[in-house]
């Protein structure tokens, strides 16, 4: 079992839907991450925050809508969406950010995103 | 442009076969890491490489960094069914970005 729990595990969505992923995890870390899979390509990193302030938004569409209410979570708010948005949205949370450390990145197992 | 080009991209290979996926980058890193993915699941952290020429040891898997610190390559001995999945090396850059590699899915044939 992953110690980074995300929710819903499947979501199929309209264009027009307003949606939210959620992330959390109880290990005490301080950095959390959002990253972008499309079948069979690497995971793209899409945002990072530290201490629960956004540090790296990766020239993301407006349309994804980022929030950290505490420490221990991480939304990603969705407003319409488009069919080529579909992909695995992988939740993952790190001691600090990655600096010059050598810090794992802890994943959640993902929410499937299907836009009709 | 990949900052960090897996090769191969694919590879299927009967139970018992050794083997080599290697992660290649024109830049230098301070460490590198290993991560599988398997169907349906988020990457796990195999390993990480921090010395330049380090070779690191995980039951069947060898990981060697470059001296350079420029590239890495892993080494399945004797690969079983269970190795099934997506290996992604992966490295930090611009101080805050993580970034992985384009990725090597392997299939172990029973």
């Known amino acids: 079992d992953t110690e980074v729990t995300q929710t819903p595990k499947h979501l199929v969505m309209g264009m027009t839907n307003k949606k939210s992923l959620k992330c959390e995890q109880h290990?005490?870390?301080?950095?959390m991450y959002w990253y972008k899979q499309k079948a069979k390509k690497p995971p793209e990193l899409m945002f990072v925050y530290s201490y629960e302030k956004l540090s790296i938004n990766e020239s993301v569409p407006s349309r994804f809508s980022p929030e950290c209410p505490n420490s221990s979570l991480l939304n990603l708010h969705l407003h319409a969406l488009q069919p080529e948005d579909s992909a695995l949205y992988l939740c993952a949370s790190s001691q600090d950010v990655p600096g010059n450390s050598n810090q794992p990145q802890h994943f959640g197992d993902g929410t499937r995103l299907s836009i009709l | 442009t990949q900052l960090l080009e897996q090769s191969p991209q694919f590879l299927s290979i009967q139970e018992g076969e050794n083997l080599t996926v290697y992660c290649n980058s024109s830049s230098v890193f301070s460490s590198l890491q290993w991560y599988r993915q398997e169907p349906g699941e988020g990457p796990v952290l195999l390993v990480t490489v921090v010395t330049g020429g380090e070779v690191k040891k995980l039951k069947r898997l060898t990981f060697q960094f470059g001296d350079a610190r420029k590239d890495s390559s892993l080494h399945i001995t004797a690969a079983q069914p269970g190795d099934t999945g997506l290996y992604l090396c992966a490295a930090v850059y611009n101080f805050n970005k993580f970034y992985f590699g384009s990725g090597t899915k392997l299939n172990v044939k029973p």
């Open positions: 290990m005490g870390h301080r950095a």
